[in-house]
């Protein structure tokens, strides 16, 4: 997940737009009222770094940047459907 900014172990996300459950699919329009999603927070850290390599031929443009993507790693606890229906 993209890098967040979370001041302790757990994290609940609010904004669920699918459930599956075996054959029974929930979809959400934008989002499922009443869900959110209960993880804990296991670490940070950076993805492998990406080449951006830009060149012109006759002129002597060339320009190389690089970039790494910062990301919170979760574990999901539990799912929370509606009122008292957890997974």
Request: net charge positive; proline share 3%.
């Amino acid at each position: 997940m993209e890098k967040l900014s979370v001041d302790g172990d757990t994290v609940e996300l609010d904004r669920v737009h699918l459930v599956a459950d075996g054959d029974k699919v929930t979809l959400g329009r934008p989002t499922i009222v009443g869900a959110k999603v209960i993880a804990d927070v296991v670490g940070d850290g950076k993805r492998d770094k990406v080449i951006v390599f830009k060149y012109k031929p006759k002129v002597r443009y060339r320009i190389k940047k690089g970039h790494r993507q910062p990301y919170t790693r979760l574990a999901i606890k539990e799912i929370v459907v509606g009122e008292g229906k957890r997974r």
